[in-house]
């Protein structure tokens, strides 16, 4: 059987974040060649510190040492890239968001993709900066793409590559919606929705990960195909070592009982759910961990509340271990509602007792775990499962996660991709 065809990947930086693409792009690393694209410009220009610690980290990419031409991962393929800012694949591993052993390959360091950092203008704004950044990105991806032994899938996540369709040899362009990033909160919402509109319409495949976002790309004639998020149980549940990992030690200054949320801090938190919880709690302390992309200032003001910087993957099981309850105080917002969490499922996964916001991607989880619409209804529920833990009735219920591993997932994403 021929291998499958190359991939060309547009998403958030690799190794950034576990997102559900890179979940996806892991597990199908060990069977083909897989070339990542880090980018920028979806955010409006401006000078704020969020954006001058992005456009930093930008410039340390794009001047680092380059590196000689590096042969694709696990030594597939005879021809090598040759661009002036590749990484290699040692050197991409290093940033892997999966911990050894855990994300795609199993054994040592999972497999991890040739890293591309084409220089960009940081904005697509203007008339200018979408023909420069044309220009840029097509150079780079065309000496790419010309180097692999069959035309590559394109998969992108982002709506910036509009004007790239066409402009090198594709086998497939696939546009994996995970967001409605046109009101995402921090973004370029005008941009990113002009941008959009032109790119779905030249898209080959389009796959959504929620019926919200299935409607959303309808309004362009297009019917998407459903990928919902997956979870990896063994992960989530293996035994925990019997020391604190050093990005958890400041949890010994936080009384409990720990109430905990991780992932991105930002407007899209319901600061009344949390006011009201905090004031109600007598004892205990409510977390967030995770990046801070320009929150509302009150909240960590609010009674109770705490923070930490980004844990590492491989250190959130940790952190569920020590917490008595995993929140999501979500806002009912169009970003919420379009949104699929990543954490919902690896909340459950835990076993711990969890409490959310009434959101299309939630509210078919009300058998696994507290699904409320209000402050007052969100701090009952806290408190409740504060006292009693997770019910047996919802711990029964979480068996059907068994069937939304990731790697089921990436087998119905391959065949799409692949046109099957």
């Known amino acids: 059987m021929p291998d499958p065809a190359p991939l060309i990947v547009f998403s958030d930086d690799w190794g950034r974040h576990p997102s559900s693409c890179q979940h996806l792009i892991s597990k199908l690393l060990p069977h083909r060649r897989v070339v990542w694209v880090n980018t920028i410009g979806t955010r409006p220009p401006g000078l704020n510190w969020s954006t001058v610690t992005r456009g930093m980290g930008k410039l340390r990419q794009w001047v680092k040492q380059p590196t000689p031409p590096a042969p694709l991962p696990e030594g597939k393929g005879e021809k090598e890239l040759s661009t002036d800012a590749v990484s290699s694949p040692a050197e991409s591993r290093a940033s892997s968001p999966f911990p050894s052993g855990r994300g795609a390959g199993g054994g040592g360091s999972p497999p991890s993709p040739l890293i591309l950092n084409p220089k960009m ?10 023909g420069l950044n044309r220009r840029l ?29 066409g402009r090198f040899r594709v086998a497939r362009w696939v546009y994996y919606c995970v967001d409605d990033f046109s009101v995402w909160p921090g973004l370029d919402g005008r941009t990113m929705r002009d941008m959009e509109a032109e790119l779905v319409p030249k898209m080959d495949v389009t796959i959504a990960v929620s019926e919200t976002l299935q409607a959303h790309l309808a309004q362009w004639g297009r019917s998407a195909c459903l990928l919902t998020h997956g979870v990896d149980l063994d992960f989530w549940r293996a035994p925990q070592p019997s020391g604190v990992p050093a990005s ?14 991780w992932g991105v801090i930002d407007r899209r938190t319901d600061l009344a759910f949390v006011k009201y919880l905090g004031e109600a709690m007598t004892a205990g302390t409510i977390l967030f961990a995770g990046p801070h992309d320009a929150p509302d200032p009150e909240l960590l003001r609010l009674p109770r509340v705490r923070s930490l910087p980004p844990i590492p993957f491989a250190d959130l099981p940790a952190l ?13 917002l169009p970003v919420t509602r379009a949104m699929q969490p990543l954490k919902l499922k690896e ?3 835990t076993g711990k007792p969890v409490v959310v916001r009434r959101l ?29 833990g997770t019910p047996e009735s919802q711990l029964v219920a979480r068996v059907r996660l068994k069937n939304e591993g990731w790697s ?13």
């Not at 991607?361 to 009693?388: I, K, N, Y």
């Open 248 to 261: 958890l030690r400041e949890l010994a200054t936080m009384p409990e009982p720990l109430v905990a949320y």
């Open 121 to 130: 203008w940081p904005s697509f704004r203007s008339r200018f900066a979408r």
């Open 320 to 332: 569920a271990a020590r917490a008595s309850v995993l929140i999501a105080p979500y806002a009912d």
């Open 408 to 420: 089921a997932k990436a087998e119905l994403f391959a065949r799409w991709i692949d046109g099957k």
């Open 137 to 165: 990105l097509t150079r780079a991806l065309k000496s790419v793409a010309d180097t692999l032994p069959e035309p590559p899938v394109v998969v992108t996540t982002i709506p910036l590559v509009a004007d790239l369709v």
């Open 347 to 349: 909340y459950i996964a």
């Open 360 to 388: 299309p991607a939630t509210a078919e989880w009300t058998d696994c775990v507290d699904v409320v619409g209000s402050p007052e209804a969100f701090t009952r529920a806290v408190l409740v499962r504060l006292a009693t």
